[in-house]
């Protein structure tokens, strides 16, 4: 039977992935501190299923994990130190504890003894610096050269830590997966993401009021959580073995304007837009090139952004917005 690890399991992506995990036959233990991710009631559910556990770990200590075990045949690292708030406010600690999580992460996946694969999630912010400084291609391919935006701008230290996160896993001898995610949203995200974000804000809004949306021009892609999984999975296979992959979806490319309006269509408000600011270093555009994933995995989306968009809110309308639930930080 695989037996898989994921670090920052709590959160978004691993919680999706666990389930997704479990239900093709494999034993998941999933590490979080649990400082953005929470105990609901889907982490609840999942722990009520066989072959599944928590462990409360704090990565940037080594010895938390010292006693993990040796027979996990999938190590996921999706923990780290992340967010607009802390880049901005911390970023000498994102690049310090960034770069500590994932040295105990290669530690602990170059002692398993039948390791099939180490999976290691960057970001469409390592495009950042060329798309600053160089002509960068949109749709954006793998191949980019990457450039590094100015080093004394704090939004440079996530980036910075997932670029030289990317040469340690290279360099490191494993049998490795880098994915680069751009733009996934759905169920169970917490709330400080533009979809969840302004689906509450238009859900407590009343008829007649305004609604004020930042950086309406710039134009993003979105992925449903369910076709990110896919992806993923899909990549554990032999095609995905030892390189680095978009995980997105190319078209189509809307404004955040655009956004806003499908989202009001959606909750069933009648509110005005009004262009806020533009957000200081948001990129104008960001669009993944998916030839190389959906050669690799064979996968092409299956959620249109107005059917994620509906499956989102129906969650956060019962759980979180009129169901008093909890919600990740």
């Known amino acids: 039977m695989p037996k898989t690890l994921i670090t920052g399991g709590a959160g978004f992506i691993g919680g999706h992935l666990a389930a997704r995990l479990l239900g093709e036959g494999h034993e998941v233990v999933l590490v979080d501190n649990l400082s953005r991710g929470?105990?609901?009631e889907t982490l609840e559910a999942l722990a009520a299923r066989p072959g599944f556990s928590v462990r409360v770990a704090d990565l940037r200590d080594p010895s938390s994990l010292a006693d993990v075990g040796t027979d996990f045949t999938h190590v996921f690292h999706f923990a780290a130190l992340l967010g607009v708030q802390n880049v901005l406010d911390r970023p000498a600690?994102?690049?310090?504890?960034?770069?500590?999580?994932?040295?105990?992460?290669?530690?602990?996946?170059?002692?398993?003894?039948?390791?099939?694969?180490?999976?290691?999630?960057?970001?469409?912010?390592?495009?950042?610096?060329?798309?600053?400084?160089?002509?960068l291609p949109i749709p954006s391919p793998e191949t980019t050269p990457l450039a590094i935006s100015p080093l004394e701008h704090p939004r440079t230290s996530y980036m910075l830590s997932k670029i030289y996160g990317?040469?340690?896993?290279?360099?490191?001898?494993?049998?490795?997966?880098?994915?680069?995610?751009?733009?996934?949203?759905?169920?169970?995200?917490?709330?400080?993401?533009?979809?969840?974000?302004?689906?509450?804000?238009?859900?407590?809004?009343?008829?007649?009021?305004?609604?004020?949306?930042?950086?309406?021009?710039?134009?993003?892609?979105?992925?449903?959580?369910?076709?990110?999984?896919?992806?993923?999975?899909?990549?554990?296979?032999?095609?995905?073995?030892?390189?680095?992959?978009?995980?997105?979806?190319?078209?189509?490319?809307?404004?955040?304007?655009?956004?806003?309006?499908?989202?009001?269509?959606?909750?069933?408000?009648?509110?005005?837009?009004?262009?806020?600011?533009?957000?200081?270093?948001?990129?104008?555009?960001?669009?993944?090139?998916?030839?190389?994933?959906?050669?690799?995995?064979?996968?092409?989306?299956?959620?249109?952004?107005?059917?994620g968009v509906r499956r989102t809110y129906d969650w956060y309308r019962d759980r979180i917005f009129s169901g008093g639930g909890v919600s990740a930080r």
């Open 38 to 40: 929470v105990r609901d």
């Open 93 to 135: 600690a994102v690049l310090r504890e960034n770069v500590a999580m994932l040295e105990t992460m290669l530690d602990v996946a170059a002692a398993q003894d039948h390791l099939e694969r180490f999976v290691f999630p960057s970001t469409s912010e390592v495009y950042a610096g060329t798309q600053q400084h160089f002509e």
């Open 166 to 307: 990317e040469a340690l896993v290279h360099q490191a001898g494993l049998p490795f997966t880098i994915i680069r995610p751009h733009n996934f949203y759905g169920t169970r995200m917490g709330l400080a993401h533009v979809v969840p974000q302004l689906l509450q804000r238009i859900h407590d809004s009343s008829d007649g009021d305004e609604l004020v949306v930042y950086s309406m021009d710039h134009r993003r892609t979105f992925c449903f959580i369910d076709d990110a999984v896919e992806y993923i999975v899909r990549l554990l296979g032999p095609n995905g073995e030892g390189g680095t992959f978009n995980i997105g979806v190319q078209s189509p490319e809307v404004t955040i304007g655009e956004l806003a309006e499908l989202l009001i269509s959606v909750v069933g408000r009648d509110v005005q837009i009004v262009p806020g600011e533009t957000t200081p270093g948001s990129p104008p555009r960001r669009c993944p090139d998916m030839t190389r994933t959906i050669g690799a995995t064979g996968h092409e989306p299956a959620v249109t952004l107005e059917a």
